[in-house]
Nanobody, 116 residues
């Protein structure tokens, strides 16, 4: 059974940093690309970063490029999202996702609030 559990969210001031983690279980983590999404209040869920199974290729949405970094540790079955220079508009619930055998699996999300 695929399980994804996000952690690391919280309240941070503008300009601050957070590192999110997503612990995976129930599948061969090192074989799959992973993605981070976010959903702000009243908005659609947005893809913000992806990483290939080896970590060799990453892609970012323009809204986070240069500020966020996605990485993974295949030995720990965990994908990370390092978020720097946070802005109030980064406030959202952040989700990790894996597409496996044609189906998307999501975690329950972790809330990030950027506010002074």
């Amino acid at each position: 059974q695929v399980q994804l559990v996000e952690s690391g969210g919280g309240l941070v001031q503008p300009g601050g940093s957070l590192r999110l983690s997503c612990a995976a279980d129930g599948f061969t983590f090192s074989s799959y690309s992973m993605s981070w999404y976010r959903q702000a209040p009243g908005k659609e869920r947005e893809l913000i970063a992806t990483i290939t199974n080896t970590g060799g290729t990453t892609n970012y949405a323009d809204s986070v490029k240069g500020r966020f970094t996605i990485s993974r540790d295949n030995a720990k079955n965990t994908v990370y999202l390092q978020m720097n220079s946070l802005k109030p508009e980064d406030t959202a619930v952040y989700y990790c996702k894996v597409r496996r055998v044609g189906r998307d699996y999501w975690g329950k999300g972790t809330l990030v609030t950027v506010s002074s």
